[in-house]
């Protein structure tokens, strides 16, 4: 890869990891209103789940636009991998934002409030792990804003190396069979 194809490939990357923590930054936020409203918790499945297929379509974008259509396997993951780099350093920023400035112990609130049901005590008793669980849950509740960040963008960069490897596997062509 030359010089000027790396530059090509970062920039397409930025600017896609970019529209990539968008989708993300809405799943997140119809995750935490979703709490409290079960069709906001829908959406945020849904956007998730949304992620490989976006990714799949700004690749496609990217060797049909910029590579004349044709594209590597390691080419088209490598790409895949620095979008997801790039969106989980934006997603990480915009989760600590919010649980150091906005939360403030909401989420940690609405999981003991789920934990104090009977329903859920009648299941934690079932599976023998009801005092695992209070003991996670105060540790829950002392997790730092960093630490949240700092774990979903480590869990975003490994979901975006397992995930580029079909992507890239799917949308790759070899020189002289460039898609018309």
Same mark, same amino acid.
């Given at each position: ?17 970019? &529209? ?30 949304? %992620?490989?297929?976006? !990714?799949? /379509? ?23 991998? &620095? !979008? ?24 940690? %609130?609405?999981?003991? /409030? ?9 299941? &934690? ?18 997790? /730092? ?36």
């Amino acid at each position: 890869m030359t010089s000027a194809e790396r530059v090509q490939l970062d920039a397409f990357a930025r600017v896609d990891g970019a &529209m990539l923590s968008l989708l993300w930054i809405g799943s997140f936020a119809c995750y935490i209103l979703g709490l409290s409203n079960d069709g906001l918790g829908l959406a945020a499945i849904m956007l998730a789940v949304a %992620s490989p297929f976006f !990714v799949a /379509r700004r690749l496609r974008h990217f060797r049909d636009y910029a590579r004349e259509g044709t594209i590597s396997f390691l080419r088209g993951w490598a790409y895949v991998v &620095m !979008v997801f780099f790039y969106a989980g350093v934006l997603f990480a920023l915009a989760q600590y934002a919010y649980f150091a400035y906005l939360d403030h112990g909401y989420l940690a %609130s609405v999981i003991t /409030r789920v934990a104090q049901t009977a329903e859920f005590n009648e299941i &934690m008793k079932q599976y023998g792990t009801q005092g695992t669980f209070q003991q996670m849950l105060v540790e829950f509740q002392h997790v /730092r804003p960093i630490d949240f960040a700092l774990q979903g963008l480590s869990t975003n960069i490994m979901v975006g190396i397992m995930l580029g490897l079909p992507i890239a596997a799917l949308l790759r062509t070899k020189p002289g069979r460039a898609k018309q």
